[in-house]
């Protein structure tokens, strides 16, 4: 399959990053979207009628454009369908940004299904952010830095380039945290806000710099490390995972009815009162500190 021209895949990304900008409640000038893309207005209003044929929401309100709605949000028109061409074109731009994501194989292949597929904004928007993710991830696995291209500033209202050397992303992959190198600091960028990621050369040079936050675990974060394992009936599995979602990738399910708790938190009172607070529910099978702990608080309880 032939690859898209550069000065194709240059508008492909323009429009991804006009969908960054617009997105927010205050809304932009047409000429301040303008001098972010570099390119002119008459562009720009071009691309507003292209982002409403694709499905998006643009409004106007005291000279400044904005979408209404996230992509994610928005819902799925059965007009925003492509004739075979188009699928064939955008089949041809996705496969050109590297093999091993699998949001944009998914897309692509979806595309190749049948000419006039319904393909929504949500795809490609998710297929662009897909492709981030994964250019990152390879930024962490071999301790490499990353240029994040064209990164659109909330508080500040600008876009610049920022290298960083990427250490792990939140737990819902919007975010990531970074070491900068020029502020010398750990930060937190938005995905949604990047309009390109580019690995460099350099490795990281920075590494005892670079922490994590502390997770909070039932309601409280540390350094304590206490290994434990619970077997929860279906009623703990469930309230757990809806009180505490932080706990869930600890959450092992055998057998599609035995439900496991498997790891280290930093702290026992939390999970303690959890366990207490579901009497026949909860088994502990390891973790002697958290025995102890609940002996001590059930003894407490009696007098």
Do not use: C
């Not at 409403?52 to 929401?57: I, K, M, N, T, W």
């Not at 975010?175 to 949604?192: C, D, P, R, T, V």
């Not at 026992?268 to 366990?275: K, N, Q, S, Y």
């Amino acid at each position: 399959m032939a690859q898209s021209s550069p000065v194709e895949q240059q508008k492909i990304l323009r429009v991804f990053k006009l969908i960054n900008l617009l997105q927010g409640t205050i809304g932009k000038p047409v000429h301040r979207l303008a001098e972010l893309l570099q390119t002119d207005e008459r562009t720009i209003y071009r691309y507003f009628k292209l982002l409403e044929a694709l499905g998006f929401v643009v409004v106007k309100e005291f000279s400044k454009y904005k979408i209404q709605e996230r992509p994610e949000y928005l819902p799925k028109p059965n007009n925003t369908t492509f004739s075979a061409e188009e699928s064939q074109w955008l089949s041809t731009v996705l496969d050109s940004q590297g093999k091993g994501n699998s949001l944009k194989d998914a897309v692509v292949q979806k595309l190749n299904l049948q000419a006039g597929l319904q393909l929504t904004t949500e795809d490609l928007f998710k297929a662009n952010l897909g492709r981030l993710v994964d250019v990152i991830a390879q930024g962490i696995t071999h301790k490499k830095q990353i240029w994040i291209k064209d990164y659109y500033s909330l508080s500040s209202d600008t876009v610049s380039d920022r290298l960083v050397e990427p250490v792990g992303f939140t737990s819902d992959y919007e975010h990531i945290h970074a070491f900068e190198q020029e502020s010398q600091s750990m930060k937190m960028f938005k995905i949604e806000r990047m309009g390109e990621v580019v690995i460099a050369s350099e490795s990281w040079k920075s590494e005892l710099a670079h922490e994590l936050p502390e997770q909070a675990l039932f309601g409280f974060t540390g350094k304590g490390k206490f290994h434990i394992k619970l077997r929860l009936s279906k009623k703990a599995y469930q309230l757990m995972v809806e009180e505490y979602p932080t706990a869930r990738p600890y959450i092992q399910i055998k057998n599609r009815n035995q439900y496991f708790f498997v790891g280290e938190i930093p702290h026992l009172p939390g999970l303690a009162r959890f366990i207490l607070s579901l009497p026949g529910e909860i088994k502990v099978e390891e973790g002697i500190e958290l025995k102890a702990y609940l002996t001590e608080q059930i003894q407490k309880g009696f007098f």
